[in-house]
């Protein structure tokens, strides 16, 4: 162990990695696969472009520093990608748990009864499968939050072993982490909506956005998107018609903390997630006028 650790110490001094005496070996030799944000940023911006046509406006209304809470309508899982490929700072997501720990459903299938790894010889290679399994899960997971991502549990309820109290619980301590997000200078993404339109049309806004950023005391981007419905599909390209097809997005100037309604925080909210609702409105037929 003592030479495979002064091996690693080499390794790091030669690539210009520091390494601290108290940390993991493995975990550090995981941090070399981190790969920087603007890497896949700029292969997916290409990708966008080469598929779609995008054109996106306003995106000198993002601040270029300081904690803030960027909203859109949510239309495919499209928008994501052409709001974070086309944003020059980054933007903080919050996904699901499984997107942070793909090694846990294949553990689940190498450990099921009835898989090939339970027999020999396969099941000589499973330590070494489940080492190799775990690591890449680490990768991934340390990948996903570099380029901005935070794992959350969308129904704690339903998708974990929380009663409902502990549910409870959960979502104000997720909140409470959101809004310090914020306050530390990061720049938050949320889609009032709360899940995706079929059909492209705006949906009713939940508060939970305004009551955050009136929490953190942070400016709100307002922004549409419109083209994008149903563009990620398969059938979209099995028929050719996302290939090409018009994507358009525009970002709002912030609306500042101090133009936010005042009063109790419920009714603040309230009042302000209307505000919100039709600025996007406004923003979504923008976007369709850009050419």
């Known amino acids: 162990m003592k030479i495979q650790l002064d091996f690693i110490k080499f390794y ?3 690539c210009d990695v520091s390494m601290d005496s108290n940390q993991n070996p493995a975990d550090i030799l995981e941090s070399l696969f981190v790969i920087p944000r603007e890497v896949p940023k700029t292969i997916l911006r290409n990708l966008l472009e080469l ?9 000198e209304n993002i601040p270029e520093s300081g904690g803030a809470l960027i909203i859109s309508n949510h239309t495919d899982y499209l928008d994501i990608p052409v709001q974070g490929a086309f944003a020059d700072r980054k933007i903080v997501y919050l996904g699901k748990y499984e997107l942070f720990h793909p090694q846990e459903e294949i553990m689940a299938i190498i450990n099921h009864k009835n898989s090939p790894f339970s027999y020999p010889p396969l099941s000589l290679t499973k330590p070494v499968i489940e080492v190799l399994v775990n690591s890449l899960g680490s990768v991934v997971k340390k990948n996903l939050i ?3 991502s935070m794992p959350i549990i969308r129904n704690a309820a339903k998708d974990s072993e929380m009663d409902k109290r502990a549910a409870m619980d959960y979502y104000e301590k997720l909140e409470t982490y959101m ?3 914020m306050k530390e200078g990061e720049l938050l993404s949320i889609y009032p909506e709360g899940s995706r339109s079929e059909t492209g049309e705006l949906q009713s806004f939940r508060a939970m956005a305004a009551k955050l950023a009136i929490r953190a005391g942070v400016p709100i981007i307002p922004s549409g998107i419109v083209g994008a419905t149903n563009m990620s599909k398969p059938k979209a390209f099995l028929t050719g018609d996302a290939f090409k097809t018009k994507i358009r997005y525009q970002i709002g100037k912030p609306i500042l903390p101090s133009e936010f309604p005042t009063g109790p925080e419920k009714k603040a909210a ?3 997630t209307e505000i919100l609702e039709n600025r996007v409105r406004e923003l979504m037929k923008q976007a369709e006028s850009i050419l």
């Open 12 to 14: 790091f001094e030669i």
């Open 51 to 59: 598929i779609y046509d995008v054109k996106v406006a306003g995106s």
């Open 146 to 148: 570099n380029w901005g």
């Open 179 to 181: 809004v310090d997000l």
């Open 270 to 272: 309230k009042e302000l």
